[in-house]
């Protein structure tokens, strides 16, 4: 099974999801996606000081802009604590030679050319 779809997630998240640290990815809309997608690092950096710590690096020190892994969507549930659906992750894979999509990304799922 090919992968179509891609998602967007800002570093160092994407790093930590890529270390199997982080399970679960949280957004605002309600999933019906259960399967492999591309994992997107946005051009845009979070700001968010304690998972920059939990990998060891500073803004600017991994990669962004590009395709750098996939991951599984495996399940979605609202989580009342957060305040917002939490989409269940699996079994994350780095793509060693980094991914450059021609079409523009969005904050949500989309599909890449290459």
Partial sequence: MSIKRAI???QPFVELI?????KYEYRSTLTNIRERV???ASLTP???GASWK???KKPGELVTGLIVGS?????C???DKIGEYAYKLSNPKR???HLKAKNHPTPKFWIPKF
């Fill in 18 to 22: 890529l270390q199997e640290k982080k």
């Fill in 54 to 56: 939990k990998v060891k």
């Fill in 46 to 48: 979070s700001d968010h």
């Fill in 38 to 40: 591309y994992i997107y």
């Fill in 8 to 10: 967007s997630i800002r």
């Fill in 71 to 75: 991951v599984e969507i495996v399940d």
């Fill in 95 to 97: 793509i060693l030679k």
């Fill in 77 to 79: 549930m609202w989580d």
